[in-house]
């Protein structure tokens, strides 16, 4: 079972650099969001989706970009990467109804340098 | 606005110790709460979850009540063993059918056998 699958694990980029981090599920989930960890600060909601063309503002969206086209994907972007967005970032999906738990990728390490 | 709040760590115990990770949140309304737990180089996993007053979730020998009166979410577990190592992180529920959490800052449990 593949669940939530986010590529790639390790990226070191120069600042100014962009990227996509690819999410893709098969799990058929309407829901899907990404967060941000960084140490001692617990995750932090960047952007969610309730399905495929619906995409809406997190806690801490600036410097990034999202799109749904499908329900499977929801890749996020880095534009002009900042050594501020030196974290963890993950990838997580539910279905659709209060309280359905989420279920998480492995993260994507970035540092950007 | 919503806030988690959980002791910090790291909590370091002997196999078959008893465990307590406090959790209090704040919040308008009654929230879902969640404990969701992540063992090393993993994404978040859902551990248990209670979603309203004097509910009592419970997985794998772990327990959380949901006490409106003293706003916490307390982790408890009997006996922990050295396979229970790992970030525990307290969440609630916002933004409705969305289903957004809010996390707290993750308490890191480390089991020494």
């Known amino acids: 079972n593949a669940g939530v699958t986010q590529t790639p694990k390790f990226r070191i980029l120069k600042i100014g650099q962009s990227m996509t981090l690819q999410c893709t599920q098969d799990m058929n989930h309407n829901y899907m969001y990404w967060y941000r960890q960084d140490p001692g600060m617990g995750l932090k909601l960047i952007y969610y989706s309730v399905g495929a063309g619906i995409t809406d503002k997190g806690e801490v969206p600036n410097g990034y970009n999202v799109s749904r086209s499908t329900t499977e994907d929801f890749p996020l972007r880095l534009e002009l990467a900042a050594p501020s967005q030196t974290s963890v970032y993950f990838c997580?999906?539910?279905?659709?109804?209060?309280?359905?738990?989420?279920?998480f990728g492995d993260g994507t390490r970035l540092s950007i340098l | 606005g919503d806030s988690v709040t959980q002791m910090e760590g790291p909590v370091t115990l002997s196999e078959e110790a008893f465990l307590t990770i406090n959790c209090t949140y704040t919040a308008t309304g009654y929230p879902s709460l969640f404990w969701y737990v992540q063992y090393p180089g993993e994404g978040l996993q859902l551990l248990l979850k209670?979603?309203?007053?004097?509910d009592k979730g419970s997985n794998k020998g772990f327990e959380a009540t949901y006490r409106k009166e003293t706003t916490s979410f307390h982790l408890e577990k009997g006996s922990v063993q050295v396979s229970d190592s790992a970030v525990y992180f307290c969440a609630l529920r916002y933004g409705g059918a969305t289903n957004k959490l809010i996390f707290g800052t993750g308490t890191l449990l480390a089991v020494q056998p």
């Open positions: 209670a979603t309203k007053a004097d």
């Open positions: 997580a999906s539910s279905y659709g109804g209060l309280d359905q738990p989420q279920h």
